[in-house]
């Protein structure tokens, strides 16, 4: 009998406003503004940014890395459609596992480089290349170039052919 009672008096709380249009209707009016207090009556809705799609089978060559400018080396990227990662660091050819993540992320696996020998300039650049593509985990196109970032540093990266 009590919980019929409760349950009717529930009822009756949430009939209150029915029974009353025009209050209830001048109450929603005053806790939600107007178009007009909103902006004219267009307001745009932010769309949610649409993911990105990694480009698979494309050639790259890095043009900068950490914001300068490579002019005078020569590192090359392709990730594959089966994410084999494989290029030109300067001096000696890779290989690695290459894996575009949601989000815009990115992994590479631990990589397999050949053992040429090449001065001493050369294999610097080659080191700090492969160490900041190693260290990526972004990835994103500006203006149609590849940018990685990672901890070890960023790279950007040309279309190639």
């Known amino acids: 009998m009590i919980r019929r009672l409760g349950l009717a008096a529930v009822l009756a709380t949430l009939a209150v406003p029915m029974l009353m249009p025009g209050e209830a209707m001048a109450q929603r009016r005053q806790q939600m503004p107007s178009r007009e207090e909103l902006g004219g009556g267009t307001t745009a809705i932010p769309l949610p940014q649409q993911e990105k799609t990694f480009p698979l089978g494309a050639s790259w060559s890095v043009v900068a890395m950490n914001g ?19 290029g030109f660091g300067g001096c000696n050819t890779f290989s690695a596992s290459a894996y575009p993540l949601r989000q ?50 960023e790279l950007t990266l040309s279309r190639s052919l």
Do not use: Y
Request: some cysteine.
């Open 68 to 86: 300068k400018p490579v002019q005078d080396r020569r590192a090359t990227l392709i990730v594959d459609q089966n994410l084999r990662g494989t």
């Open 104 to 153: 815009q992320g990115f992994a590479v696996g631990p990589i397999a480089i050949t053992k040429r020998s090449c001065d001493k300039g050369t294999l610097d650049f080659e080191k700090a290349f492969l160490t900041a593509l190693r260290a990526t985990n972004k990835w994103d196109l500006v203006n149609g170039r590849l940018v990685l970032k990672g901890g070890a540093g």
